[in-house]
């Protein structure tokens, strides 16, 4: 079956440094790749997302590409605020249905 | 817009007892809800899908008369954990689907003494 692999945290970062929260994925066929966060008492709210091979997701600073060759979908932002504090999980599936996630990741930036 | 809320975010109960948590969707309304739960430093994982005046779809090793779902309106699919046990505490998250994406609830903590 599907599963997705990311990175496990927390991960503690300070404000303006460089994020990398890798995520890999193992699938039949060729799923759509989602990045979500979770802020404090909220919901998952879809971050970014790519529907094929070499496709590149981006959202308020972070981007993840599509990487067919090596199964992976790594989230990345060039320099974090303390507003990015959150879980983040990486997701595949069929569309938006029938999605499988990872364990998530706790990023806190701290000032 | 497409605001999902469940109630409550955190219930206690004790074992034998059932507890309903309730997902709603309130600017929307979902044919399609999906309920899911999560255990500490684990994926979460799809228990059921709940279509909108039928029978849910449960997931592979899921107990339907277990983990009771009912999604009697567009806007309200509920979850009745019955005959609680401390190893069904976990965080249950629902999500409903509009325009074929899933918006989620913020979870409900359940914890079973």
């Known amino acids: 079956g599907n599963s997705v692999t990311q990175m496990e945290g927390p991960v503690t970062l300070s404000e303006e440094a460089f994020l990398t929260i890798n995520c890999t994925y193992t699938?039949?066929?060729?799923?759509?790749l989602f990045w979500y966060v979770q802020y404090p008492g909220e919901g998952l709210q879809l971050l970014l997302k790519?529907?094929?091979?070499?496709d590149k997701g981006s959202n308020k600073g972070f981007e993840a590409t599509y990487r067919k060759e090596t199964t992976s979908f790594h989230l990345e932002k060039g320099s974090v605020q303390v507003s990015d504090s959150a879980v983040y999980f990486c997701?595949?599936?069929?569309?938006?249905?029938?999605?499988?996630f990872g364990k998530g990741t706790k990023l806190s930036v701290i000032p | 817009g497409a605001v999902v809320s469940q109630h409550p975010s955190w219930v206690i109960c004790k074992s034998g007892t059932s507890v309903k948590i309730e997902c709603r969707s309130l600017?929307?309304?979902?044919?399609?809800m999906f309920w899911y739960r999560q255990f500490p430093k684990q994926s979460l994982m799809l228990m059921a899908t709940?279509?909108?005046?039928?029978?849910?779809?449960?997931e592979q090793g899921v107990e339907k008369d277990k983990f009771l779902i009912n999604h009697a309106s567009l806007t309200l699919s509920t979850l009745t954990v019955t005959s609680a046990h401390p190893e069904d505490s976990s965080f249950y998250i629902c999500?409903?689907?509009?325009?074929?994406?899933?918006?989620f609830g913020p979870g409900t903590r359940l914890t079973v003494l």
């Open positions: 999500s409903a689907d509009l325009d074929w994406k899933q918006f």
């Open positions: 699938a039949t066929g060729y799923p759509s």
């Open positions: 790519a529907t094929k091979a070499d």
């Open positions: 997701g595949s599936g069929a569309g938006s249905y029938q999605l499988t």
């Open positions: 600017d929307f309304q979902a044919t399609t």
């Open positions: 709940s279509n909108e005046g039928s029978k849910a779809t449960y």
